[in-house]
């Protein structure tokens, strides 16, 4: 087989989604049908991340009946196998053939990958953040460059990620010595504002704060305040948006190859699916938490103080230039984000 025949092309994963409902009765009566796969899956989220159950526990459930049994899933929640950036290192290796990550944990491993992560100060809403990734290109972009190594990686999500702290900030003055965790271009981000921000693994976050390791951190927006009970120790939630980033599921190509036609249409068909079902879903669940954070935890919504937001708009030019100067995959993916951002008229 060419490596031609073996690229995995996203326009044919859409494609395929669209008549799968119609090819599906004969592909099932194929020789291959009866064959089944058990796949293990590595997710960054701990089990009591939000987004642990409502985007890794339903596809696994989702895929399982698709396939009338005959793909499942077997799940280890952050840390069981690997964490973090190990995450990406067992996929590719075939330790697991599957995992959840966020693109800033893997940085360097494609030029456009601070982009699929995304740009903090950018864009504004979640459905800019889809757009962007699967129509304008970005995820391609990412994949092109992650093949060659065995990788592929396809979103679940696009959502807000925001900050939460212990202690209420008043202006730019108050965010010295602030130390809050942080991950991807986000750190830069939050140094430029004035604090000093750190990285610390998913588990260890709610300690970390509980501690005073850290002052404040984001996992996510509100939802994921609520799942990590984070509202418990740090009751301030910081307005607007830091920015809008992207969980991602990661595979190991060769086990995607080697999968029956069938099972490989239906788990790529469901995971482009999922992307656009998963990313509104959490809009409403964004909004549910927040409510319930102020109803029933004592949780007070605060803007950042417009000095602040000054800071964190010359830190986000800074950091898009940076993108750019990746090379030309990444500088080709940085002018769709401008001109989208012009077009909304955002500059």
Not at 80 to 89: L, M, P, Q, S
Not at 201 to 214: D, F, K, L, M, N
Not at 265 to 280: A, D, N
């Amino acid at each position: 087989m060419s490596d031609q025949d073996k690229t995995i092309s996203r326009r044919n994963i859409v494609a395929g989604s669209l008549v799968t409902a119609v090819a599906m009765p004969s592909i099932m009566r194929s020789a291959s049908a009866q064959e089944k796969v058990s796949w293990k899956v590595q997710a960054h989220w701990p089990k009591a991340s939000g987004s642990y159950n409502d985007s890794l526990v339903v596809l696994q459930k989702e895929l399982e009946q698709r396939s009338g049994g005959r793909f499942k899933l077997e799940l280890f929640g952050a840390g069981e196998i690997a964490k973090d950036r190990e995450i990406y290192n067992v996929v590719r290796r075939g330790v697991v053939q599957m995992g959840t990550i966020s693109p800033g944990y893997v940085l360097g491993e494609a030029q456009a990958m601070g982009l699929y992560y995304g740009v903090p100060g950018t864009l504004r809403e979640t459905w800019e953040m889809m757009h962007l990734t699967k129509n304008l290109g970005i995820e391609k972009m990412v994949n092109d460059e992650l093949r060659p190594k065995g990788v592929m990686m396809l979103g679940d999500k696009a959502y807000p990620t925001e900050l939460v702290l212990k202690r209420k900030i008043g202006s730019a003055a108050d965010l010295g010595s602030l130390k809050v965790r942080s991950a991807g271009t986000m750190l830069e981000y939050l140094a430029a504002a004035g604090t000093a921000p750190q990285q610390v693994a998913g588990p260890e976050i709610y300690q970390a704060i509980s501690t005073g390791v850290v002052d404040g951190a984001h996992w996510g927006a509100a939802v994921g305040a609520l799942s990590m009970k984070f509202w418990e120790v740090a009751p301030y939630h910081m307005k607007p948006a830091l920015g809008f980033t992207t969980d991602a599921f990661i595979f190991n190509l060769a086990a995607v190859e080697k999968l029956p036609p069938d099972l490989r249409l239906i788990l790529l068909s469901l995971v482009e699916e999922r992307y656009f079902r998963r990313s509104v879903e959490y809009l409403q669940q964004e909004a549910v938490a927040l409510k319930t954070g102020q109803t029933k935890m004592n949780v007070e919504v605060v803007r950042f103080p417009d000095d602040v937001l000054k800071k964190f708009a010359e830190a986000s030019k800074v950091i898009l230039q940076k993108e750019v100067a990746k090379g030309p995959v990444a500088a080709s993916g940085a002018e769709a984000l401008s001109k989208l951002m012009s077009d909304l008229g955002y500059t």
